[in-house]
């Protein structure tokens, strides 16, 4: 079965540095997520990404954070200064296309600032 | 507002017992309603989605159903196994003339005991 997968599966970083993680979503998928999930708390959106730009964003999804598709496979979440409440776990997911109706998760990536 | 609850928080019960978790959910417009299950550090595995028309939906051991009047949602596990121990999440999706995005509920964390 395809599957979402995401590097790095665990970072750590000191605040104030620039974190990138990767994902690559499932060949055809044409819709694309980032979703993080505190320790203990409930998974929140952050931002949606269709036909090479943002289509939705959340109020986290701030100016620290930026999303690009560099090359037709991989999908990144920038996270430019990371303070120590950016400490999550990161879900990128994807979706085939507007009628496809289940998102599919890869594992995450643990992110953990210092 | 646009929210998802469940009930309970979480929930311990014997190995081979039943149990079922409760979604209650504010969203509007509504698209369809998916209840994933999540190991813990790792990401959510779709188990079912329903639409505004259906009112029951099986997957093995899960069922899931759905009262659109109502805006309740319930997940039934039968006989259960102790590899059913995890968070199980309500997510309800918007309709798709909406904003592409779908709210998370916080979960319920089920614990499957000898």
């Known amino acids: 079965e395809p599957e979402v997968t995401q590097t790095p599966s665990h970072q750590v970083t000191q605040m104030g540095q620039e974190v990138i993680l990767r994902c690559v979503p499932i060949?055809?998928?044409?819709?694309f997520y980032w979703y993080r999930q505190i320790l203990g708390q409930k998974v929140e959106f952050l931002v949606s990404f269709y036909n090479n730009e943002i289509s939705e964003k959340s109020e986290i999804f701030d100016d620290q954070f930026s999303v690009e598709r560099p090359d037709g496979s991989n999908f990144t979440l920038k996270i430019r200064s990371t303070k120590l409440e950016d400490s999550a776990m990161y879900f990128c997911?994807?979706?085939?296309?507007?009628?496809?109706?289940?998102?599919?998760f890869g594992e995450g990536s643990w992110l953990t600032v210092v | 507002k646009n929210q998802v609850e469940q009930s309970p928080q979480s929930l311990i019960i014997l190995e081979g017992k039943n149990c079922t978790l409760q979604?209650?959910?504010?969203?509007?417009?509504?698209?369809?309603l998916r209840w994933y299950k999540q190991d813990t550090g790792r990401g959510p595995v779709s188990l079912t989605i329903m639409t505004f028309s259906e009112n029951t939906k099986s997957n093995g051991r899960y069922t899931a159903t759905l009262d659109a009047d109502t805006k309740q949602s319930s997940l039934h596990i039968t006989a259960s196994q102790l590899s059913d121990s995890a968070s199980y999440i309500c997510v309800v999706r918007r309709s798709k003339t909406s904003y592409d995005k779908v709210i998370f509920g916080p979960g319920t964390s089920l614990s499957v005991i000898p």
């Open positions: 979604c209650n959910y504010t969203v509007s417009p509504f698209s369809n």
């Open positions: 060949s055809n998928h044409l819709y």
């Open positions: 997911a994807s979706r085939a296309d507007r009628s496809g109706n289940t998102i599919y």
